[in-house]
C-alpha cells in the first residue's frame, strides 16, 4: 500500500530529534531522511550545512520523506540546536578519551524511548561524511552509541548510521515502560540550555579563583568539566539549586 508524503508524516510518533552535524551532500541529508521517516522518526535539525539549505538534491533523494525534509531546522552551532534537549546519544565508530557510557544500538533505543515516553526532548547526533564527530561534539552528550561493524572496515556513510539507529528505535517501540511511582519521572530533566549556563556560571567563577592552571591545560579541564556536568543527569531543579550554590561560594570568594 502506498501511503501519501502528508500520511507518512503524520504516522511518526514522538520520537528522537536527529541531528546533523556539518552534513556536505544533499544527498546523503535525503537519504538519512527517508531512511529516519521508514522507521518513524521525523524530526530533522543540521548544524551548518555545507550546501546550505534548502537543498534541492535533499528533496529529490528523500524520495516521499518530505515530511521530515520540510521540517528541517538549521541552526549554526550545535549548542543552539541542542539548547532545548535533555538527553543526547553521540554516534561515532571511534572510542574517545571522554569518560562516557558506551551503548549498543539496542541499548540507546531502549534509554531513548524511556526518556522519550515520560517527555523530554532527545536528540542523536550523526557527524559529517568526511570527519564524523568532533571530540567537543562528542563531550556535549550524555552517552556513545557505538554501532559494531567490522573493525578492519569501521566507516558507514550518512543514511547508513542513520537507518540502523532509526531501525533499532522502531524494533523497541512500547518495550520500555517507565516504573509507576518512579521519582525521577517525575521532574523535569534539565535541558542542554540550561546544565549550559550552569556551566557558564561555574566556569566564570573558578576562572576568578584561579582554577585553570596551568593555562596550556585549560581546554582540557574545561571539557572534562563540561562532560561531568552533562553526564549528571540534572533536573531543573538541581541545576538551580547549584546555581545558588555556585553564586554563594562566589559571593564568599568575594569577601561578600
Not at 23 to 51: K, T, Y
Not at 226 to 255: Q, S
Request: net charge negative.
Amino acid at each position: 500500500m502506498r501511503i501519501s508524503r502528508s500520511r507518512a508524516g503524520e504516522l511518526a510518533g514522538p520520537s528522537p530529534i536527529f541531528v546533523l552535524v556539518q552534513p556536505q551532500m544533499g544527498e546523503n541529508i535525503g537519504a538519512a531522511a527517508r531512511a529516519m521517516l521508514n522507521f518513524g522518526v521525523s524530526g530533522l535539525r543540521l548544524v551548518a550545512p555545507r550546501d546550505g539549505w534548502p537543498n534541492p538534491k535533499a528533496a529529490a533523494m528523500a524520495s516521499g520523506a518530505s515530511a521530515v525534509i520540510d521540517g528541517a531546522q538549521v541552526f549554526e552551532t550545535l549548542d543552539a540546536a541542542l539548547a532545548d534537549c535533555a538527553y543526547v546519544v553521540a554516534t561515532t565508530a571511534r572510542r574517545r578519551e571522554l569518560s562516557l557510557p558506551v551503548l549498543a544500538p539496542a541499548e540507546a533505543a531502549a534509554s531513548l524511548h524511556e526518556r522519550v515516553g515520560r517527555g523530554e526532548r532527545c536528540a542523536v547526533l550523526f557527524g559529517g561524511e568526511r570527519n564524523g564527530l568532533s571530540t567537543d561534539d562528542v563531550a556535549r552528550a550524555d552517552a556513545i552509541l557505538s554501532i559494531p561493524v567490522n573493525p578492519a572496515f569501521a566507516s558507514i556513510n550518512l543514511a547508513q548510521a542513520a537507518l540502523i539507529v532509526a531501525y533499532e528505535w522502531s524494533r523497541g517501540a512500547g518495550a520500555v515502560e517507565t516504573p509507576a511511582g518512579d521519582p525521577l519521572a517525575e521532574e523535569a530533566s534539565a535541558s542542554r540550555d540550561d546544565v549550559a549556563h550552569l556551566y557558564d556560571h561555574l566556569e566564570a567563577a573558578l576562572d576568578r579563583a584561579g582554577y585553570f592552571f596551568p593555562p596550556e591545560m585549560r581546554e582540557t579541564m574545561t571539557r572534562n568539566l563540561r562532560v561531568a556536568l552533562t553526564r549528571a543527569g540534572f533536573t531543573e531543579n538541581e541545576v538551580r539549586t547549584l546555581r545558588g550554590v555556585v553564586k554563594a561560594l562566589d559571593k564568599k570568594e568575594d569577601g561578600a
